[in-house]
């Protein structure tokens, strides 16, 4: 007979299930009665086993709306067992990023680690005509600044681009800097000092983490999920009981790695929440162009009414990777952020700016963002199919509505770091998953980029992937 009192067995279940990541941090828990429902004991069991569990800090009551789990917390005692992750930590990656960042220029046989689509998908062809002709007809771009009328009229094809996502903006609004990564940098410049804390997704872009080390920020890492992106309920606990937080970094659209695509809804209640508690978002939109669906996704910008977010983009995914083009629209933030980037950069190539606004008046842009779309769609199927083939029993996979990436859950027993030496051996890579959080999270997981055309050699080596993945699990037994 088990002398152990209800409650008490009660409280170990949920807390092994809150260990296993079941529930994320921030979400709410079963209702007292649907617990005591499902383990066949009365209301006062049940609530004794979240009273255990809430001295124990492993989750947090809150009046009129039931328990939820507390964000992670480290261990109080060094005798205790592994620490669990802090709610904000400095963020230490680059070490671990730059090796992968090296094999870009490596000779491997097939590249899958990085965000961007194969060269043969850009317009290549064109753009170098493009090119061409522009030099020749002025010559003076190559040794000058951009006239004024010019930056007028690039801008104003990319407020008419925007105004297909539902943005209002006029050529005033609109600050082009050197891809989204100088966006980001700007605003995180502005907005934070050394030591404060930033709240971004988690799994997160490793090179968001490469910045916020850069600028001596914490990285407050809230749950995203393939299915719905960033945990609202997890912000609002983070915001309600964790540091305080100086701005927020999202992703709504085509996340990395994960592809997933925020509702309209949450968007809304994104906006809300955080003006609520006075938090200033940067809106990381790069994916945005890529969509697979019938409309482009709308981004939180468009239902900014204070001139909060700020709005950054690019062309580097969706047209020339190699042109660095990207632009902001810092709403009530555009004159200081303008006069930080005279700081720095300064001014994008005249040039590369000069071809973008013919192409983007041309139409071209949009005759050749929708063929790479399709193409990318066709890939992400061939790319999930052949993984959910090829892996273990128990990987998990989301087909994204757009993006260039696949996020791939393999079974807890993977380690895909040790799975990435194995792969490396046989001249293939990608992103393991612990590169996507400040903590050693997602060590099971990885990334895929399907931007590759569909090949027999790109089949193989995804099999291979999934064998070797296997294998790796056998050897546990």
């Not at 079963?30 to 004794?48: K, S, W």
Request: proline share 6%.
């Amino acid at each position: 007979m088990n002398a152990t009192p209800h409650y008490q067995r009660i409280a170990a279940e949920l807390q092994a299930r809150l260990d296993a990541g079941e529930f994320v941090p921030g979400s709410r828990l079963p209702a007292v009665r649907r617990l005591a429902e499902h383990y066949g004991v009365n209301t006062l069991t049940a609530l004794a086993a979240y009273r255990l569990l809430e001295q124990r800090q492993s989750v947090v009551a809150r009046p009129r709306a039931g328990f939820y789990a507390a964000l992670p917390r480290r261990a109080a005692h060094p005798e205790q067992s592994a620490p669990l992750p802090a709610p904000a930590a400095l963020v230490q990656v680059d070490s671990r990023v730059s090796h992968l960042l090296r094999l870009s220029g490596s000779r491997l046989a097939l590249q899958l680690h990085m965000a961007e689509a194969a060269t043969a998908l850009y317009p290549t062809a064109e753009l170098a005509r493009r090119l061409q002709h522009t030099l020749l007809r002025q010559p003076e771009l190559i040794g000058a600044y951009l006239a004024e009328s010019e930056q007028t009229r690039l801008k104003r094809e990319i407020a008419r681009l925007a105004a297909g996502a539902e943005l209002d903006l006029t050529p005033g609004d609109i600050l082009m800097t050197q891809g989204i990564t100088e966006a980001i940098s700007l605003a995180l410049r502005l907005l934070t000092r050394p030591g404060d804390t930033v709240a971004v997704e988690t799994p997160v872009y490793f090179g968001l983490l490469q910045t916020l080390e850069s600028l001596g920020l914490k990285a407050l890492e809230i749950p995203c999920t393939p299915d719905a992106g960033l945990s609202l309920e997890a912000l609002e606990f983070a915001l309600r009981h964790g540091p305080a937080v100086r701005c927020l970094v999202t992703v709504p659209h085509f996340q990395n790695p994960t592809g997933a695509l925020m509702p309209d809804d949450n968007k809304k209640r994104l906006l809300q929440l955080a003006r609520r508690h006075g938090v200033t978002i940067i809106e990381d939109d790069v994916f945005g162009d890529l969509y697979f669906g019938p409309r482009r996704p709308t981004p939180l910008k468009a239902w900014d009414r204070d001139g909060e977010v700020i709005y950054c983009a690019s062309f580097t995914k969706s047209f020339a990777p190699s042109f660095r083009l990207g632009w902001l629209a810092g709403g009530r933030h555009h004159a200081a952020l303008a006069r930080l980037r005279e700081s720095s950069s300064l001014v994008s190539s005249s040039l590369l700016q000069v071809v973008l606004a013919d192409m983007l008046a041309a139409g071209d842009y949009a005759r050749t963002s929708q063929r790479l779309r399709q193409q990318l769609a066709q890939q992400m199927q061939a790319t999930a199919d052949a993984v959910l083939a090829a892996f273990p029993h128990g990987t998990r996979v989301r087909r994204p509505q757009g993006g260039l990436l696949l996020w791939v859950e393999c079974p807890e027993g993977v380690d895909t770091t040790q799975l990435l030496e194995a792969a490396l051996a046989q001249s293939i890579s990608f992103a393991p998953g612990l590169l996507f959080s400040a903590e050693p999270r997602f060590r099971h997981c990885l990334r895929l980029n399907f931007g590759q055309p569909w090949s027999g050699q790109l089949a193989d080596a995804i099999t291979l992937l999934g064998r070797l993945a296997t294998a790796q699990l056998a050897g546990q037994d």
